[in-house]
């Protein structure tokens, strides 16, 4: 099981394009990155995945290098209704998805 | 395409009693799994089931139980409630079996347990 390591919190204001990196120095050659969002008392919504360089869709774009021991999570133009958790996961153990802490992003106007 | 649709939204119930939860994942989807949350104890996974069988169980007591019907709904159940089992259940579902790599799972919006 690929460990993630993702800062605990952020901060950021209306407008700006946040990134949140998530560290996955032993992911496996099979694995996929895929990242969530959680407001609270919510499930965790499925935000964007990917397996290796670039990803993009309508709400977020995913980087991945080439060595792929990290991924960073591009939100562009946040507004307040991005205050949330976001959490990265890797690979999956056996046959459940392992959450870590995850990241809050909290964005002030 | 509705998602994940789980019922009911909030419920409390007194300790000692049993309660179940029902799950009923998006169409097509043959993969159910439930999760528990708390503030202390974050996502937890309980259980997973494909095909009315279940695949893989975690670390929870056996008053913790589950099922899958023929339509892929699911449903769980806590018997004998603690106080301690007062937290979020998450249902999710995706079309393959298992959290393998590459398979979306989709959450759905959770019930709020509270025992009292």
């Known amino acids: 099981l690929a460990k993630t390591t993702q800062p605990i919190s952020m901060d950021s204001y209306e407008g700006q394009e946040v990134n949140i990196t998530c560290s996955h120095n032993n992911i496996a050659t099979n694995d996929y990155i895929t990242w969530y969002q959680q407001f609270p008392s919510q499930g965790p919504r499925f935000i964007i995945q990917g397996y290796k360089t670039k990803v993009t869709n309508e709400v977020a774009s995913l980087f991945i290098p080439a060595d792929r021991k990290s991924s960073t999570l591009s939100l562009p133009r946040v507004s307040l209704s991005d205050t949330a958790v976001y959490y990265c996961?890797?690979?999956?153990?056996?046959?459940?998805?392992?959450f870590g802490a995850g990241t809050i992003l909290r964005v002030k106007s | 395409k509705a998602g994940v649709t789980q019922t009911p939204r909030y419920l409390i119930k007194t300790r000692g009693q049993q309660v179940t939860l029902s799950c009923s994942p998006i169409s097509g989807h043959r993969s159910v799994s439930w999760y528990q949350q708390t503030p202390g104890q974050g996502l937890q996974f309980l259980f997973e089931?494909?095909?009315?069988?279940?695949?893989n169980k975690g670390n929870f007591p056996g008053r913790f139980s589950g099922r899958q019907f023929s339509n892929s709904r699911s449903e769980m159940n806590v018997s004998t409630l603690e106080l301690g089992d007062s937290a979020l259940y998450l249902c999710?579902?995706?079309?393959?079996?298992?959290?393998?790599?590459?398979?979306?799972?989709?959450f759905g919006e959770g019930s709020w347990l509270t025992v009292v």
């Open positions: 089931y494909f095909s009315e069988t279940q695949r």
């Open positions: 999710a579902s995706s079309l393959a079996e298992g959290a393998t790599s590459g398979n979306t799972i989709y």
């Open positions: 996961l890797v690979g999956y153990y056996g046959n459940k998805l392992v």
